[in-house]
Nanobody
Framework: QVQLVESGGGLVQAGGSLRLSCTAS????????MGWYRQAPGKQRELVASITRAGNTNYPDSVKGRFTISRDNAKNTVYLQMNSLKLEDTAVYYC?????????WGQGTQVTVSS
C-alpha cells in the first residue's frame, strides 16, 4: 500500500527555520530514492531536494545551502531541514519518490513565510 504522510509545516518569519517530516510506505523506501517537492500558488510542482538510498543528496540552486534532506531508513522517514527561509519558499511541500513513478501524492504540508 502506497502511503505518504507529510508534517511539520507552519507559519514562520523570513530568516526562520522549519523541519518537515514525511513517513512513506516501506516498499517506497526500499526501492527508490526520495525527494521533497513544493508547489506554490499558480506554479508547477518542483523538486527541491533529493536523497538516494545511499544517502547522496542533490538540491537546486534556489535552496542549496539552506535546505538539508536526510532519511531514516529504519523509520521509513525522510526529513527536510529548512533554514534561512525566504518569502519565495512559501508553498505546499510534498515528499515522493525521485523520480515519481506513481500518481499518488500525500496531502502535503503548508509552509508560509512572512515578512
Amino acid at each position: 500500500q502506497v502511503q505518504l504522510v507529510e508534517s511539520g509545516g507552519g507559519l514562520v518569519q523570513a530568516g526562520g527555520s522549519l523541519r518537515l517530516s514525511c513517513t512513506a510506505s516501506r516498499i517506497m523506501f526500499v526501492i527508490s530514492d526520495m525527494g521533497w517537492y513544493r508547489q506554490a500558488p499558480g506554479k508547477q510542482r518542483e523538486l527541491v531536494a533529493s536523497i538516494t538510498r545511499a544517502g547522496n543528496t542533490n538540491y537546486p540552486d534556489s535552496v542549496k545551502g539552506r535546505f538539508t534532506i536526510s532519511r531514516d531508513n529504519a523509520k521509513n522517514t525522510v526529513y527536510l531541514q529548512m533554514n534561512s527561509l525566504k518569502l519565495e519558499d512559501t508553498a505546499v511541500y510534498y515528499c515522493n519518490t525521485d523520480p515519481v513513478f506513481s500518481t499518488y501524492w500525500g496531502q502535503g504540508t503548508q509552509v508560509t513565510v512572512s515578512s
